[in-house]
């Protein structure tokens, strides 16, 4: 049986730098590229109170899932690399925390912004947390 590898995918260098080195480091193993589609991104503008806002902002987030989902997979199509795409919705560390925990997943492999100083701990780290709360072992690349 194949390893499964967790890759958090979202537009960044960091995510895309992750997804190569768990390309390398895994040959054989299984992706599973995760999006996570945080609510608070929606924001609290005049926009965001309109009742069919958020139902929008939403299903346009799914669909930028997808086309990251197809960029991703045509990065590592000549490799003949397995792939699997879940998206979920929720504060990005605890959703892929959760969904590590809850789907046979190894190996987690993410991308990390690279923050210091006040502005992590203003913004915090996503890869910090996941780091300190996840079931399997981590690899954070820079």
Request: charged letters at 30%; glycine letters at 4%.
């Amino acid at each position: 049986m194949s390893k499964r590898i967790l890759v958090p995918v979202d537009r960044s260098e960091q995510a895309m730098r992750a997804v190569d080195f768990a390309v390398e480091e895994f040959p054989a193993a299984e992706l599973v590229l995760f999006h996570v589609i945080n609510p608070t991104d929606a924001g609290y503008s005049a926009q965001a109170s309109i009742p069919s806002y958020s139902e929008e902002w939403y299903e346009n987030e799914k669909q930028n899932a997808r086309r990251l989902f197809e960029e991703v997979r045509e990065r590592t199509a000549d490799r003949g690399i397995e792939t699997e795409t879940a998206t979920e919705v929720g504060k990005p560390s605890r959703a892929i925390v959760a969904y590590a925990d809850e789907h046979d997943i190894d190996h987690i492999v993410m991308g990390s912004h690279g923050r210091e100083g006040v502005t992590r701990i203003l913004l915090g780290s996503v890869a910090e947390a996941v780091v300190r709360h996840s079931p399997v072992s981590v690899t954070v690349a820079r």
